[in-house]
DNA sequence: GCATGATCATGC
DNA sequence: GCATGATCATGC
């Protein structure tokens, strides 16, 4: 055995490994089977950041073994290696600081938990289907658009270094992927802590709990949220209130157009639980008589001491935009002014548009930030996104890596990108 | 009509 | 006080 004091300086991978050897007096395996290999329960160390709300977040994303793309192809999801080597998990959730060392960690929640009984029946279900829209996608010869947008709990994100060389056959096409591991999202992984700490989110409610399991497995869950708005479709916005019961006259909310979206889901409160989970986020979206879409879409302020210190595999705004998907509640104004609902449809960002257009404004920005400009890419200069204020005022401003203070500003995507988004 | 800059409204 | 979603204002 290692002595302990040379694992304390060793990256936060080796944690599992740690505790493993250690704790637990085991040497550590990395293949097909669970780490406890007899009580077939498989060990995974995650890091936690404190959260003002809830206490504790994830920090990241739950990651598993690498997809083995030639063979999970001839899985079934009850048998499958991910089942097989998952379905028991120790879960040690763990403070995580940046300078300690790995033995100074302090562990705040330690739970076993069984995927495929202590989860609520419609989550394992959802599961389920998220790992056959994964499969599937790779026996279509699609191992290489896979992204974690596709799916909604489970998904299957990057892993492995970024070069070239993390690039692998996969089996139905000729085409190299990214080398991509199942992993849990955050979103998700958020969820599951509030239940370890006992905390009840009380802002937020199912649309899906009065369905019965059978509905969710044959339909799946995009067509079930999208059939739940199919009866309001082409209604205006005073025949949905009415039809909902949402009285206009009693609060005239500015975010009436997201209460309605909710409320046609038929949840009440806040927030859709289910949306939560998945990290799906609601767009309510109003188009000019014409079809036009004057808006573009904002995102989260850019951090400018952070971003360069980012490669774009791992940036934020990558991470952002690939593991979510946005649901898009389209209203469309008549001539007449009346506003009614056009069409609804769940998005989440085609992969090329990411790699090429995406990815090309980001390094731009990056590379301007770091030598102190404060003009940024503007739309005029891609098709896809750009960068523009996002502030209270001109007052509002952020600290660069040059000492400049410049306005905040964010990434937004282009509203002629949108419409083109909506309308194909 | 459109690009770009600027700010409002809301909720935590 | 601040982040976020949404929208306004201006000038070409």
């Known amino acids: 055995m290692e002595d302990i004091n040379s694992y304390g300086k060793k990256r936060k991978g080796h944690l599992g490994n740690l505790i493993e050897e250690f704790v637990f007096g085991i040497s550590p395996n990395s293949f097909k089977k669970a780490d406890f290999i007899k009580a077939g329960v498989e060990l995974k160390t995650i890091p936690l950041k404190s959260d003002k709300k809830r206490k504790f977040k994830a920090k990241e994303r739950l990651v598993f073994s690498m997809i083995d793309y030639m063979t999970i192809i001839n899985e079934k999801w009850e048998t499958s290696s991910f089942i097989e080597k998952n379905r028991m998990l120790l879960l040690m959730f763990y403070l995580f600081q940046s300078g300690i060392s790995l033995l100074d960690y302090k562990f705040k929640i330690v739970e076993l938990l069984d995927l495929l009984k202590?989860?609520?029946?419609?989550?394992?279900?959802?599961?389920?289907?998220?790992?056959?829209?994964?499969?599937?996608?790779?026996?279509?010869?699609?191992?290489?658009?896979?992204?974690?947008?596709?799916t909604n709990y489970l998904a299957a994100c990057t892993k492995g270094t970024t070069s070239e060389k993390s690039y692998r056959k996969q089996p139905c096409s000729e085409i190299k992927a990214k080398s991509r591991a199942l992993s849990l999202k955050t979103a998700y992984l958020n969820k599951l802590i509030e239940k370890f700490l006992g905390l009840t989110d009380s802002e937020s409610e199912s649309y899906l709990k009065d369905i019965p399991i059978d509905e969710v497995r044959k339909s799946g869950i995009e067509n079930i949220t999208l059939k739940k708005f199919e009866p309001f479709l082409s209604l205006s916005i005073d025949e949905i209130a009415s039809k909902v019961g949402y009285d206009f006259s009693k609060k005239s909310a500015k975010n009436y157009l997201e209460i309605l979206a909710r409320a046609m889901l038929g949840v009440k409160k806040r927030k859709v639980e289910e949306f939560?989970?998945?990290?799906?986020?609601?767009?309510?979206?109003?188009?000019?008589?014409?079809?036009?879409?004057?808006?573009?879409m904002s995102f989260p302020i850019i951090d400018y001491m952070d971003i360069v210190k980012e490669t774009w595999e791992e940036s934020t705004f990558r991470d952002y935009l690939s593991s979510h998907k946005f649901l898009f509640v389209i209203f469309q104004k008549c001539r007449n002014g009346v506003i009614y609902l056009k069409k609804v449809k769940f998005w989440e960002i085609p992969y090329n548009d990411l790699e090429n257009h995406v990815k090309k404004v980001w390094i731009e920005t990056q590379k301007r930030i770091r030598q102190g400009k404060e003009e940024l890419p503007k739309m005029s200069e891609d098709p896809v996104c750009h960068v523009r204020p996002h502030a209270r005022n001109k007052k509002d401003r952020m600290i660069t890596p040059t000492g400049t203070m410049i306005v905040k500003k964010c990434f937004w995507l282009n509203s002629k990108y949108i419409q083109n988004q909506i309308e194909s």
Do not use: M, Y
């Open 118 to 150: 202590d989860l609520p029946q419609a989550d394992i279900e959802i599961i389920k289907q998220d790992w056959e829209i994964i499969v599937s996608k790779i026996r279509q010869g699609k191992a290489h658009e896979l992204s974690e947008g596709n």
């Open 276 to 296: 939560e989970k998945a990290g799906i986020i609601f767009k309510t979206i109003k188009l000019e008589h014409t079809g036009r879409l004057k808006e573009s």
